[in-house]
């Protein structure tokens, strides 16, 4: 916003409020200092004039007279402070209009911009920035914005000034969601010094008990939070005599309440009396107008309205998008032009669940199903859009439940269809495709996004860059999750460094649009493909669990199956088959592992041999190898018996690794360095009290010399060879093996934590390398061995799956992995992995692994002393 | 197959929703114009039609159908003989609950063949129905009881017609039975024992000397004050149950234990009916469409193929069509 200059009686009524006669008067100045060539005046007039008509909500003028200042300022060298002023007006012009990726592609100029980035009008762009970010469900990146503000501000003003205020306020807002009490302290504060400033009845203290009102709503405080809007109410209907935007806000808070109260009628009332105002403002096309339609039509759902909220619902996507006119109630609309990706999302998944309804309460026509279905896919190609906006991985990971519940229900109708159709195997690849797009779509992306910046010609020089920028937030991550107190100076260098990255990333994108097209091309998922690509024999088990039920989707060569089974105490059989396994507690164990067998093992064709399965949530702590069919002469049937079994993060990365496999360019690559054989053997340097492991000596010499009598060549380090730096050198990338016996650690609450740990050699190698290190190696193994304790496990995301080693290793490039699911004994580990090795080595052009590791888990079931699974199970195998 | 938005858009086209009403009416008339079917028709009593042992049940865990029910039905059935049979039912289903139901079942017939032509309610058949609920499949047991309306002793020209001409069997009976129903199989089974007689009918066959009928009267068994024996059924289906239609085959076989009873005016007492026990076996087909959760269409066909040797009930038919409207609310 602009300060007052000279032009007194337009400011004051600009301060006033009387939005329309200031803007006259700003209009009529800057005619004036147009015909006296004052270009100075003409720009400042414009802007003022702009605000104004913010303030009396013509957004489209006021973006108009922003753009016109812009240009004249391009005409004439103009100082950066009033560009950064113009863009900041035009900003906010497109944000009121709905315009969010106009603002946000304003402020980034304003941005670029700043003269000095700890300026009170750096602190204005970086405020605006993260309401914008909010908007958009970047809440990391908006949270990192207000801090900045905050910091700048408080530095500047001190704690009492109302713009210290602003900044409490949108930081209480959007804390919301993951810390009740931060935000309300934040809104506190906030409160207090707007009361001071303002008073009582002012419109900074209602916008903050709005906020009050939905931090309580949100924590189901239904009382506290009527109170909060019932004062807003007040404060709103003295200070606007009629419609105002504000006002139908606090409308719609109401209703959302009588909605949860089951006042379905007042609901209803209060969000069209909502309506009518954001109408009446805005026109027909504004997200606010979009969310009032989605909130008429979950009352009008809840009323058991179907065919009304499916109306409400498709009004609610066409308020939504800009060049779009509502046609029929069936119309799928082009993703173009949308105003709120996150609205449009949730008006698609509403008119699904609302089709959904209109079928099974009442029609039970299948095109009501199919449509419901059609919805769901075109979320899916919207998840995919809004995925490249979200900057960072918490917030992409975060979508990751939204996508799940969109899955879910996409899962339901397919199989649904699928059992009540002449159509079975359409739908059953529906089903499919939807469980495939929920698994590792972020790590898919990520590389993607690696595979096009090979692909686009982006020199060295900058790829190098971008690797030193990466590192050094891996390293400022690790700091910052290794000491929570240290927060305030780490947080700002890693939000400084996560900054410079994206912009970094954007430029990137700018002057190379071939990487630009590859990074966002829309996943191609082909399941013929895979099929053609699946080693004879094999079977694809993917896996989706929805609270009690779990489906898995058979893929085969030629075929595709889909069963649907009851699970409603998985998750207590999962940790029940994992406890027993590891404390050896027989008869728990073959109770839970049948039952788990039941529920997850369809009946195969019998041609099949191998099972590549496609795991989902908490069944990626499964080895499902030891699952018990039956128990025949008091001996278990374990599901090695019958299959080798493998692992993959979803079926997509099982294609690209299958094709890289046998590509040439990778064939061709030098792996002449054969195997490398890391074991630090002692750990005493690292702080953890971690025991020695004098078998893995043993293992990777037994290891070598299999080696050098095969095939060699073998490349042993032992204990302070055994480097991270060693590991980090570019030529990791020419082993075929990477072999590491050593000790592990996954950190299931902070992923970023999890590490395998080597030996020091500087303060920056200090001998644990972590997960965000090894995004950065360059692997190109056709197996990487992590022998080494719960090397396979780690955080288990909604709608992303396990985060931890594994993930980080496949995206570095390993080809197949071996990891452990609980630690294991030094000895047991050792006999495994040199049966595996020697099984391998009789045929080591066939990188087909699977069948190798069920020999030497064979080996060891048929053995005296290690026959129980908790000695054999926990090395699983992703890959094949 | 690539999959994106186009594959489902290009092909899952809605299909158009008149083309299984369509389908339903060309059986129908198929069906209703098929009196050349030369098998034996259906023997059932009332209970085959009760409570969890009725044909072509619905079977949908994600549809909450209403509780109540109405069904029309309208059924035609050529006897042994000549006479046609047809017959509107009125079965009212008021559901207490998801798992219980009660059933009240009243037919209005008419018979037409060579001898005369009746026309009337038919026995009320009540029943009560307890439903478990099971997550891949539903248990049902009825218990029911069928009354009589009448006395079977309708008369034509030459004095009382013949069982097949009744539209009362003049028993009161006990029902019993239970089902099992999945995706794709029902399996029900019942027994139906007649506990109080008050047949009084009196057909007998030199009534009809010297009259036009002489010839063929005898087709007619004799059925004075005629008791029933009990019945036990067994039905099996394998349904193919979608979206909004169903269609499927079974089998329906009805056995009766012991011989039926009929008094016998030559010699002044009740007699044992030879040939009166043993299996019926009948072949069925069902199809039925849901117009929406209100209303359905549904028609069962039902074709002899092993019958009783004497039937003086007159439950003995060539062939049954039956053509429902259901209306749930």
Not at chain 1, 256 to 268: F, N, T, V
Request: with cysteine; glycine share 6%.
């Amino acid at each position: 916003m602009l300060t007052a200059q000279p032009y007194q009686k337009a400011d004051s009524l600009y301060e006033a409020g009387q939005y329309e006669s200031a803007s006259r008067l700003y209009e009529e100045r800057f005619k004036v200092s147009a015909g006296n060539n004052d270009q100075y005046g003409f720009i400042w007039n414009l802007l003022m004039a702009a605000n104004s008509h913010i303030g009396s909500h013509d957004y489209l003028t006021a973006s108009r007279y922003a753009d016109t200042a812009l240009d004249s300022m391009a005409a004439y060298a103009s100082a950066p402070s009033l560009w950064v002023r113009a863009y900041l007006v035009k900003a906010e012009s497109e944000l009121k209009s709905g315009r969010n990726d106009q603002a946000l592609e304003a402020l980034k100029n304003a941005k670029v911009k700043l003269e000095n980035d700890t300026s009170l009008l750096a602190a204005e762009v970086y405020n605006d920035l993260g309401v914008v970010y909010w908007n958009n469900n970047n809440t990391t990146l908006a949270k990192g914005y207000h801090q900045k503000a905050l910091t700048i501000r408080t530095a500047q003003l001190g704690n009492a000034h109302e713009l210290v205020a602003d900044s409490y306020l949108n930081l209480g807002l959007i804390y919301i969601p993951e810390d009740f009490l931060q935000a309300i302290t934040y809104l506190d504060k906030a409160l207090g010094l707007y009361k001071s400033h303002h008073g009582e009845n002012s419109e900074e203290v209602a916008l903050t008990y709005t906020n009050l009102a939905s931090a309580n709503k949100y924590e189901k405080n239904t009382l506290e939070a009527i109170t909060y809007l019932d004062r807003t109410d007040q404060i709103w209907n003295s200070l606007y005599p009629g419609s105002h935007p504000n006002k139908a806000f606090t409308k719609i808070g109401q209703a959302e309440i009588l909605l949860e109260s089951g006042k379905l009628d007042e609901a209803q009332a209060k969000a069209e009396t909502a309506l009518q105002m954001y109408t009446e403002i805005y026109g027909e096309k504004h997200p606010e107008i979009a969310n009032t339609y989605l909130l008429i039509g979950e009352i009008q759902l809840t009323a058991g309205k179907p065919k009304l909220a499916m109306a409400s619902f498709q009004r609610a996507i066409y308020a939504n998008l800009q060049n779009q006119l509502y046609t029929n109630v069936f119309e799928l609309p082009s993703l173009e032009g949308y105003l709120n990706a996150d609205i449009l999302l949730s008006a698609l998944q509403y008119k699904a669940k609302a089709l959904e309804a209109l079928h099974y309460d009442q029609s039970l026509k299948p095109k009501h199903l199919t449509a419901a279905l059609l919805c769901y896919e075109l979320c899916d190609e919207l998840l995919t859009k809004i995925r490249q906006i979200r900057k960072n991985e918490s917030d992409q990971l975060r979508l990751g439940a939204v996508a799940h519940n969109i899955y879910a229900e996409g899962i339901r109708i397919a199989s649904y269809l699928a059992s009540h159709s002449m159509s079975a195997t359409r739908y059953r690849l529906a089903a499919f495709y939807f469980m495939e797009r929920s698994k590792a779509a972020v790590l898919h992306s990520a590389i993607n996004e690696t595979h096009a910046k090979s692909f686009a010609g982006i020199p060295d020089s900058l790829l190098l860059k971008e690797e030193n920028l990466k590192d050094k937030i891996a390293y400022l991550e690790w700091q910052m999750a290794q000491s929570p107190t240290g927060l305030d100076s780490l947080g700002s260098l890693l939000f400084q460094s996560r900054n410079e990255l994206q912009g970094f990333l954007e430029r990137l994108e700018r002057q190379f649009p071939k990487y630009y097209e590859l990074k966002y091309a829309k996943p191609d998922f082909d399941v013929a493909d895979l099929q053609s690509s699946l080693p004879s024999g094999t079977a694809l088990l993917s896996y989706f669990i929805d609270k009690d039920e779990t489906y898995c989707a058979v893929v085969t060569e030629k075929k595709i199956e889909l069963y649907t089974k009851d699970t409603p105490d998985f998750a207590r059989l999962v940790s029940g088959m994992r406890n027993s396994m590891k404390y050896r507690i027989r008869p728990a164990f073959i109770k839970s592992s049948q039952q788990l067998y039941d529920q997850l093992i369809p009946d195969l064709q019998e041609h099949i041999s191998q099972l590549l399965i496609v795991p989902h949530g908490m069944m990626s702590t499964v080895p499902f190898e030891a699952l018990v069919s039956e128990v025949s002469e008091g001996q278990p049937q374990y599901l090695a018996h019958q299959y080798a079994v493998s692992y993959a993060l979803s079926a997509q990365l099982t294609i690209d690794n299958l094709k890289a496999a046998y590509r040439p360019a990778d064939h061709g690559a030098d792996k002449s360095n054969g195997i490398l054989l890391m074991a630090p053997v002692d750990f005493k340097q690292h702080n953890e009290s971690l025991s020695s492991l004098p078998g893995s000596r043993e293992e990777v010499k037994e290891i070598r010399y299999l080696f050098l009598a095969e095939k060699g060549p073998a490349h042993m380090r032992l204990q302070h060879s055994a480097s991270e730096d060693f590991i980090k050198c570019d030529s990791l990338a020419m082993y075929k093996y990477l072999h590491f016996a050593t000790h592990g650690v996954v950190n299931e609450s902070k992923p970023a934590l999890s590490r395998i740990f080597l030996n020091a050699t500087s303060p920056s190698n200090d001998g644990s390398l972590y997960s965000g290190e090894i995004y950065n190696l360059k692997i190109n193994a056709d197996l990487v061995t992590l022998s080494a304790c719960e090397t396979g496990l780690g955080k288990v995301e909604v709608g992303e799956g396990l985060v931890g080693l594994s993930r980080s290793l496949t995206y570095a490039g390993a080809h197949n992995l071996i990891v452990s699911l609980w630690p294991v004994s030094d000895a047991a580990t050792t006999g495994l992995m040199v049966q595996f090795y020697k099984e391998h080595l009789h045929h080591s052009m066939n990188m087909i692994f699977a069948d190798d590791l069920r020999s030497a888990k064979l080996e060891m079931i048929n053995s005296e002393n290690y026959s129980d699974p908790y000695f054999w199970a926990p090395f699983v195998l992703i890959g094949l | 197959m690539v999959f994106h938005k186009p594959l489902l858009i290009s092909t899952l086209k809605p299909k158009g929703s008149l083309a299984w009403p369509m389908v339903f009416m060309i059986l129908v008339i198929f069906f209703m114009n098929a009196p050349s079917a030369q098998g034996q028709g259906c023997s059932d009593a009332g209970f085959c039609t009760m409570g969890a042992m009725r044909p072509d049940q619905t079977y949908n865990k994600e549809v909450k159908f209403r509780l109540r029910a109405l069904e029309v039905n309208y059924y035609r059935g050529e006897s042994l003989a000549t006479p046609i049979i047809s017959a509107v039912n009125a079965d009212f289903t008021f559901g207490i609950g998801e798992n219980y139901a009660i059933q009240a079942k009243i037919p209005f017939q008419w018979v037409k063949g060579q001898l005369g032509e009746t026309q009337g309610l038919g026995d009320i058949s009540l029943s009560a129905t307890r439903s478990f609920e099971k997550k891949d499949y539903t248990l049902g047991i009825t218990l029911g009881a069928k009354v009589a309306v009448g006395n079977a002793s309708k008369e034509g020209s030459n004095g009382d017609l013949p069982m097949y001409y009744q539209t009362s069997l003049g028993s009161y009976d006990l029902v019993l039975g239970g089902s099992l129903i999945n995706d794709k199989w029902l399996l029900a089974t019942g027994v139906q024992i007649p506990i109080i007689h008050r047949n009084e009918n009196d057909f007998r066959w030199g009534h009809w000397k010297e009259t036009e009928h002489e010839e063929y009267v005898f087709e007619y068994n004799l059925a004075n004050q005629l008791q029933r024996a009990p019945d036990a059924m067994l039905r099996v289906e394998r349904n193919w149950r979608y979206v909004n239609y169903n269609f499927g085959i079974g089998t329906l076989a009805i056995y009766r234990f012991l011989k039926d009873k009929r008094y016998d005016f030559q010699q002044d007492k009740t007699i044992q009916v030879a040939k009166t026990s043993g299996l019926s076996l009948n072949l069925l087909a069902n199809a039925g469409y849901q117009i929406n959760v209100r209303h359905a269409i549904k028609a069962v066909y039902a074709l002899k193929l092993l019958a009783r040797e004497i039937n003086p009930d007159g439950l003995s038919r060539h062939a049954v069509l039956s053509v429902s409207y259901v209306y749930r609310f």
